[in-house]
């Protein structure tokens, strides 16, 4: 089966303009996550979808982020704007089994995001 | 939530076991520990869970204390593909995919 697909890998911009990160996750996973790793820190989780709707996002660090997945597929990540401490790697996830806490966490490889 | 106490690093030589420690003295009667590891430039990985009870599967096995308070991650035969930094996780009955990740153990393999 094909993985978690984060795009793009790589970002650069400005301080001040605006990214938005996708996140295709497995087919069939009506679970999907956002976490980021800061420069230096842990990775953090951001918030979690249950198909379209937001499980948790008790990790998002404030409102200059939005999250939405429409329909329950795929998943942006919008930051705007975007600052300089935005600067890392996030990654999505996804896992299958809706009430399983035990269902493992497939991750995409990231996108890293360098704001300057 | 509880957390987890691993070693910084630790190294091994290509094709020996290597054992990954982790103290969760504080781990809850529900509690999974659960094991990812993240190899360079990729995100993290799924390798093992387990609740009372000893565990393997194809990449590694879970040896966990009688009284819960730590495991152990074995790799049986380390490759150089296993480099990578190995997290030790407990995941809540409640918590569904929302982990709690730590510093980890990076694990150096030498050939």
């Known amino acids: 089966e094909a993985g978690v697909t984060q795009f793009p890998s790589h970002s650069v911009i400005e301080k001040g303009q605006t990214v938005t990160l996708r996140c295709d996750p497995i087919s069939g996973h009506d679970n999907l996550y956002w976490y980021r790793r800061v420069m230096g820190k842990e990775i953090k989780f951001l918030l979690h979808f249950v198909k379209e709707s937001k499980q948790d996002e008790s990790g998002m660090p404030n409102n200059r982020f939005l999250a939405e997945r429409t329909g329950g597929t795929y998943s942006t990540l919008k930051v705007q704007p975007a600052e300089l401490e935005d600067s890392g790697v996030y990654f999505c996830?996804?896992?299958?089994?809706?009430?399983?806490?035990?269902?493992?966490?497939?991750f995409g490889n990231g996108t890293r995001l360098t704001v300057t | 939530d509880a957390k987890t106490t691993q070693p910084n690093s630790m190294e091994s030589n290509e094709e020996e076991p290597v054992h990954l420690p982790c103290n969760h003295s504080?781990?809850?009667?529900?509690?999974?520990i659960h094991w990812y590891r993240q190899l360079p430039s990729q995100g993290p990985e799924y390798v093992i869970h387990g609740l009372t009870s000893n565990v393997n599967n194809r990449m590694a096995s879970l040896a966990i204390a009688e009284d819960r308070k730590s495991s152990t991650l074995i790799l049986h035969r380390a490759t150089l593909r296993d480099a990578a930094v190995y997290y030790c996780?407990?995941?809540?009955?409640?918590?569904?995919?929302?982990?709690?990740f730590g510093a980890g153990t990076q694990v150096v393999v030498t050939p």
């Open positions: 504080t781990i809850s009667g529900t509690d999974y």
């Open positions: 996830a996804s896992s299958q089994e809706l009430h399983s806490y035990n269902s493992p966490l497939h």
């Open positions: 996780i407990l995941r809540a009955t409640d918590s569904w995919g929302k982990l709690q």
